[in-house]
């Protein structure tokens, strides 16, 4: 079943954001008075297909739903009729092409806009105070000064009031500078300020990592204690084979004590591929039973693991949780603020990775993406909704890149002919061309090699 919803939440996921991508040049091109010969989501085959309006416009829904594409007449492509030439593509004003080419990536940051302030209009904005939950003994935030039950006020000089406007900051600073500057409240009251300091490169660069972040410097946000009662024990795995059940209260591992589920993840994960001691209490008995830990590949980091999954964790207490509501002005305002900052972030990352400040790791290919449209959809519309913003704002970015093949290589065409007044020799747009497709499919291939590797190590 997990499979079905990866590919059934990457296939709808791609299908919508690539049509909305599409119908922008659409709209735009049939508004500048260009002739639109096809408007096709999918490639191959047409499973659907009409013919519409003066100009005899085909709408196709196609076989291969992994794409789409708007077809202008252009005369390059083929003989055009007399009658027709002026609403050729090569016959428009440049103005009017790189209208058109933008407004592709255009309408992918409205539709997260326009999702964005849905939700929050509909829904509010829930969020979890920035509280610090536990810190490693001699981990970096630990010599920086960061506390326990610390609540993170400002970084970098920025209000922040939600756990993940602070995994922003610090994903900012870590690719950047290295250096993150908190004002944190103590539970005393007592203000102060923090100074994180990564003073070298490549660990400043490992902690860019996928998921390297916050084990790396060395702190958890707070949240409720879990205890550690087993749950569900998978049948087959390490635990089951070897007699733990459901209830079981586990109280050390290779006899150092375990407090609660968070130790026990640790304490395991910690152990692949090896022979442990877990001592337990049942219906007041303890025991302990020997085991072996199987491995699995998590972010390119070998974890150990026995197949078992915690008791419902307890709700996150009032004081912990701040909702913001919006009215349909504010909820638009807020939408528009959160989808220029993950772009931003977004375009940040990019050209640090371009730089070797941060991880090449980080780019994802297909595989990843369906992981986790598929994990959205199963968790519900929210969280699917949420993966559709990310991918739409990325689509839009990425459309931007002056990469010839991409929308923004073209409208740098554009540019160019604009300003000299005649268009660029048919060679050099087909070196580009050639160019554009190998830089494509080398960030393609590292994408797909980095899904690869994450999941053999």
């Known amino acids: 079943m997990g499979i079905l919803w990866q590919v059934a939440g990457f296939i709808l996921g791609v299908s919508l954001l690539v049509a909305v991508h599409e119908y922008g040049h659409y709209w735009a091109a049939r508004r500048l008075g260009f002739k639109v010969l096809r408007f096709s989501v999918g ?29 202008l007449l252009d005369e390059r492509e083929g003989p055009v009729p007399d009658a027709d030439l002026a609403r050729s593509f090569t016959r428009r004003p440049p103005w009017q092409r790189i209208l058109v080419l933008l407004a592709g990536p255009a309408a992918n940051f409205a539709f997260a806009i326009l999702v964005l302030w849905g939700m929050l209009w509909v829904m509010g904005s829930p969020e ?33 009031s939600s756990q993940g406007e602070v995994l922003f900051g610090l994903i900012d600073a870590m690719s950047d500078d290295g250096v993150a500057r908190f004002t944190v409240r103590a539970p005393n009251g007592g203000e102060r300020d923090v100074e994180l300091r990564v003073e070298d490169a490549e660990a400043r660069r490992v902690l860019t990592e996928p998921a390297a972040l916050m084990r790396g410097i060395g702190f958890r946000f707070w949240s409720p204690v879990i205890p ?11 635990a089951a084979e070897a007699g733990l059940r459901e209830g079981d209260v586990v109280t050390a591992v290779d006899g150092v004590a375990i407090a609660d589920f968070a130790a026990l993840a640790d304490a395991i994960n910690a152990r692949p591929n090896r022979d442990i001691a877990v001592r337990f209490t049942r219906d007041g008995v303890t025991s302990e039973v020997s085991l ?73 290919g297909p595989l990843t993406i369906a992981e986790y449209a598929g994990s959205s959809a199963r968790s519900g519309l929210v ?10 704002l990325s689509l839009g970015f990425l459309n931007l890149l002056p990469i010839p093949i991409l929308d923004g290589g073209q409208i740098v065409y554009q540019t160019i002919e604009w300003i000299k007044g005649s268009p660029l020799a048919e060679r050099v747009q087909v070196a580009g061309q050639n160019i554009g497709i190998v830089m494509l499919l080398m960030l393609m291939g590292l994408a797909l090699f980095n899904d690869v590797a994450g999941k053999i190590g």
């Open 383 to 392: 969280q699917f909704l949420g993966f559709l913003v990310v991918i739409s």
């Open 292 to 364: 072996r830990t199987s491995a699995e590949i998590v972010q390119g980091r070998e974890i150990g693991r026995i197949r078992i999954e915690p008791t419902p964790p307890p709700p996150l207490p009032e004081s912990m949780v701040v909702q913001r509501r919006f009215g349909p002005v504010g909820a638009l305002v807020e939408g528009s603020v959160r989808a220029w900052d993950m772009t931003v972030l977004q375009a940040k990352m990019f050209g640090r990775m371009l730089l070797g400040q941060v991880s090449l790791k980080n780019l994802s």
């Open 128 to 160: 979890v105070r920035p509280v610090v939950g536990r810190i490693a003994p001699d981990s970096m935030v630990a010599q920086a000064g960061l506390r326990a039950d610390d609540e993170i006020l400002r970084l970098g000089g920025r209000e922040v």
């Open 228 to 238: 550690s009662r087993l749950g569900r024990v998978l049948p087959g795995g390490p």
């Open 43 to 71: 490639f191959g085959p047409a499973l659907w297909k009409r013919v519409s309006g003066a100009d005899r416009t085909e709408y196709v829904i196609a076989a291969l739903p992994l794409g789409g594409y708007v077809k």
